[in-house]
């Protein structure tokens, strides 16, 4: 009996100090998302007003373009010499940053990434702003937790909540901000212990950003939905033609860096070179819509505007071009360009709502292009609505999954394979890309791989209930009958 009341007591104990700790460690991260908040949401409001003004100003000469080689050449060098870890853009450096570096960050790249897009975009860079911001927003939150001695476990964290803080101050999406954050570092993973922390973060960027000035914008589309099962299929449809296109851009990207990395010259004279065909792209088409920022595209083709079919192919030129000679700047806003354009043209040929498609179009290829459908999917609902959003899902997922295990990041993780198309390896079958071995692989699909000797697809660790009790999981052998 008393044995029994001494089993209870210490497990009643262990209970309540084990919970006393969540409690405590909730509240830490808390107030440490906060400062986070507040640390990325000044820095940030600070670039993009600086951005907008020098934008504004410089956009209303038509003959801007011309200065595109100058602001690479510049961009080039100033990286080059002072900062070489900002170059690119920007959330590929902080995913980098966390995977191989423990989240540190060195503390010139902030000021230096700041002037770099600045003058990348302010010239004619076609780039964006995001992923500036997500990196100014890691930095300042890299150079805290050195001065406050953070752990690595501690500091990859509160690193990442500066990097949704930034992605929050732009868009004024603090929702998606968090799920970028929590899903980008991994394919097939998301980090739920950053989900909290990074969503406070976000609010808080989010309040200080608009709180000096930075306007968040905000859509209304308004369609008519005949058929809810048809509006499905379609989406399905778009899905694919989205996901395919991704596809094309990425290549499109990573050839084009190789491309330049070949060329004999320093890098600030590859700045010179990639500044020469953004003049030449623009002389060739005979509008500047396809070098700097480009967020009057996308309001346009939101708001109905129709557009050709080759916008979303020009601005995949001008982006790889300018972010692989040297130019400084994020890689979303091009995304959302090339996404709505492609989107809008969509709905041209097939009849459909152009502002609907634009918006899904946008979402959808950022699901592709950067792996992070969840984040997409709020990102629809946020900008514009929940029912706008949830047709977007369908279209965000199938994307997705189309592109397979490419992306814009790199350094992205493959924690997960999307599908089993991807792992048909496991399954005894073999890659041969003869044609027998050609109908071999197909036809092991439609016969839905092995069926004897099926390899089993289990999660691994314990279960709840196994680590409540501190039993381990019996071992399964890897082939059942």
Known sequence: MHRSIRRFIHRSRRFWVIEALVVLTTLKWAILAVIAGLLAGFPTALFLLVLDNATGIVYAQSWYFFMAPAGLFLSAFIVKKLAP???????????????????????????VKMIATWITLTLGGSAGKEGPSAQIGAGVASMFSSLVRMNRADRERFVLCGMSAGFSGVFGTPIAGALF????????????????????????????TRGLGVMHLTYSVDFI??????????????????????????????????LFAKIPVSTPVKGLIGGV??????????????????????DRALDGETFRGIAPFFKMLTTSVTLSSGGSGGIIMPIFFIGSTAGNYWAQITGGNVGLYSAIGMVAFLAACANTPLAAIMLAMEL???????????????????????????????SIKKTWFRDIDTHGVEFSFT??????????????????????????????????????????????E
Do not use: W
């Open 384 to 414: 514009f609505g929940v029912r706008t959003g949830s047709y977007g899902a369908i279209a965000c997922t199938v994307s997705f999954l189309v592109v397979g295990h490419l992306s814009v990041y790199p350094s992205q993780v493959i």
């Open 181 to 208: 954050a929590a899903e980008v570092l991994s394919i097939g993973r998301f980090s739920y212990n950053s989900l909290l922390p990074s969503l406070l973060a976000s609010y808080v960027a989010f309040f200080v």
């Open 435 to 480: 044609r027998t071995g050609i109908r071999k692989m197909f036809g092991s699909f439609f016969r839905g791989y092995r069926t004897s000797d099926t390899i089993e697809k289990k999660a691994s660790g314990q279960t709840i209930a196994e680590a409540r009790h501190g039993r381990k999981r019996p071992q399964k052998p890897d082939n059942t």
């Open 225 to 258: 939905v005949s058929s809810e099962i048809a509006m499905m299929g379609k989406m399905v449809l778009f899905g694919l033609v989205i996901g395919g296109l991704a596809i094309i851009f990425i290549g499109m990207l990573h050839r084009t860096e190789r």
């Open 85 to 111: 870890d900002a170059t690119g853009h920007g959330t590929e450096k902080v995913i980098e940053a966390i995977h191989n570096h423990g989240g540190h960050i060195a503390p010139r790249v902030v000021p």
């Open 277 to 298: 065909v953004l003049i030449a792209v623009v002389l060739l088409t005979g509008t500047t819509n396809y070098v700097g920022l480009g967020a009057r595209i996308v």
